[in-house]
């Protein structure tokens, strides 16, 4: 099962709606994921900053005085904003790395979500309107975001086997479906230095893709080389800085719809996880090809790629 949504925004007048908007959609798709659930979430960027989200069990002693002790160790100013069990490190750009090791040795318990410029990522075990609630989602503003509803197939229920899954600076992946190959492309690429947290094979989808862009391929190139690489079925919809993309198996059997607009480009598991949408009645809707990418920037035209299946 499991429920993905997608929103990427064209009319900045709707960014202060994007957590509102996103997590009606989410919750629409319950029934398809109500093990746990999780949201990236695309804001404002501050220059020479950068971003990194971190869970802990126990919040109130692990991210007491944490941004005090990040700053003795990196030597320079670290934020922290607390929300739930999640906080939100602001750091010096580049030094995602250095405050990455000071987490260990500060605290090997602290677990890290996301990091990038302007992604911000939220997910925990629990029905996706307590998930949503407990982080304030529909108060969130920005660009674009993505969800994700999961029911559990090939690993435990645990905060860190929830969706979206960050692998590289800014991006991010949900997937529905089954990779039938992810343990030897998880031992592969943990040999090409990538570092992949948990057994779910969604973190390998999602490695793979920083695999290849690490390695000089465009996010459209390597969602084109998963239709090779990657066996079993998938949907997979990425989050990038500045955009995100949508990808089938050549079989697409997992059910897919989106939806664009003047406004807007949604993607939902289900038609209905948009009916809510502004303007859906007038929106060009349709079902996202087999073996297609489908891309959607800020910075760029919108684009499609076919491939043969």
């Not at 999640?86 to 260990?104: E, F, M, N, W, Y």
């Not at 925990?124 to 029911?151: N, Y």
Request: hydrophobic fraction near 40%.
């Amino acid at each position: 099962m499991c429920g993905i949504v997608g929103l990427f925004l064209k009319d900045k007048s709707l960014e202060p709606q994007l957590g509102e908007m996103l997590t009606a959609m989410l919750i629409t798709m319950t029934d398809r994921g109500p093990d746990s659930a999780g949201i990236a979430i695309y804001g404002a960027q501050t220059d020479g900053r950068s971003k990194m989200t971190v869970q802990a069990a126990d919040p109130d002693t692990a991210f007491a005085g944490l941004d005090k002790a990040l700053s003795d160790v990196i030597g320079a100013t670290v934020g922290i904003s607390v929300k739930s069990t999640h906080a939100v490190l602001d750091i010096p750009a580049g030094s995602t790395a250095q405050v990455r090791a000071a987490l260990k040795d500060i605290n090997p318990d602290i677990r890290l979500m996301s990091r990038g410029d302007n992604l911000e990522i939220y997910k925990e075990v629990g029905l996706p309107k307590d998930v949503a609630a407990q982080f304030d989602l529909a108060k969130m503003s920005g660009t674009h975001g993505i969800g994700h509803t999961r029911m559990a197939t090939e690993s435990a229920v645990t905060t860190m086997g929830a969706h979206p899954f960050n692998t590289g600076d800014d991006q991010c992946l949900v997937h529905n479906g089954s990779l039938s190959n992810h343990n030897s492309l998880r031992r592969k690429l943990r040999r090409e230095g990538i570092h992949i947290e948990t057994e779910n094979d969604t973190e390998v989808g999602a490695a793979y893709l920083t695999w290849q862009m690490q390695n000089g391929a465009t996010l459209g190139e390597a969602l084109e080389s998963s239709l090779d690489d990657l066996d079993g079925f998938f949907t997979f919809v990425v989050g990038t800085k500045d955009g995100f993309g949508v990808v089938r198996d050549p079989i697409a059997c997992k059910p897919a719809v989106m939806a664009e607009t003047d406004q807007y480009v949604a993607f939902g598991s289900e038609y209905r996880a948009l009916v809510d949408l502004p303007g859906i009645e007038e929106a060009r809707v349709w079902e996202p090809e087999p073996a297609t990418v489908y891309f959607w920037s800020h910075n760029a035209a919108p684009s499609t790629t076919e491939k043969a299946a």
